[in-house]
């Protein structure tokens, strides 16, 4: 920290749902449409905290749990019907996001995104107007063929599944910062245990009741906990 008890920070890493976009309603849509696709009922609302922090593979494993024949149903209908841009206009994306990240990058710091979406992480990165924001995209695309290009300048990675910290691990390679120089923003005990095991400063975003370095409830809070350099 500086002399004002404020933190002296080179990259902010951002989860996607739930800190980027209020998703829930996208994702509720989305699990549902293959649930019923397997030949099951609507997801409880268990289910559905599941689904919203796991990737999609992971997700349709949990749907389906009880009834492997209902889970290869499921597998199939994913893979034959699914279109991530038809559930992705149901994003909402947080407010005042996109002024808080051209404050950091004016003040010369890095942000990234570390996310267990998939292949859907391009097409809200485009529909929404986020390439220019950040350094590096990190997915949890290893399960996933790689179809499209991103623009100049622009790169996603693939890395394990969070909790894992590999992705955070690829971040702070490639952009050359230090865990200890770094945040990451999320709003789950995967995003916590990810933070720690990567051995960067966690800020829980709506979510007071996890162990956390800060939390916020607004992204222009977190201006209050960065050194002005």
């Known amino acids: ?85 038809d559930f992705i206009v149901y994003l909402e994306m947080e407010p005042n996001l996109k002024e808080v990240l051209v404050i950091l990058r004016n003040r010369g710091i890095h942000t990234a995104i570390n996310t267990n979406r998939t292949t859907s992480m391009r097409h809200i990165m485009s529909r929404y107007g986020l390439w220019d924001f950040f350094d590096i995209v990190v997915t949890a695309e290893h399960q996933v063929k790689r179809d499209w290009d991103e623009p100049d300048g622009r790169e996603i990675l693939q890395a394990r599944p969070k909790p894992d910290p590999e992705g955070v691990g690829k971040i702070l390679q490639a952009l050359d910062v230090r865990p200890e120089a770094t945040l990451y923003i999320g709003d789950s005990e995967i995003d916590m245990g990810t933070a720690r095991s990567a051995g960067v400063r966690f800020i829980a975003y709506k979510s007071s009741a996890m162990p956390a370095d800060a939390v916020i409830n607004d992204h222009r809070a977190l201006l209050d906990f960065l050194s002005d350099g």
């Open 1 to 85: 920290m500086d002399q004002r008890g404020k933190w002296d920070i080179e990259c902010v890493i951002y989860d996607c749902d739930g800190v980027l976009f209020d998703s829930f309603d996208a994702n509720t849509r989305l699990y549902n449409t293959i649930a019923e696709g397997g030949g099951r009922r609507p997801l409880d609302n268990d289910e559905l905290k599941f689904c919203h922090t796991h990737t999609v593979f992971e997700s349709i494993a949990h749907i389906f749990r009880n009834d492997a024949g209902a889970k290869e149903r499921g597998v199939q209908f994913f893979k034959d019907h699914i279109d991530f841009r």
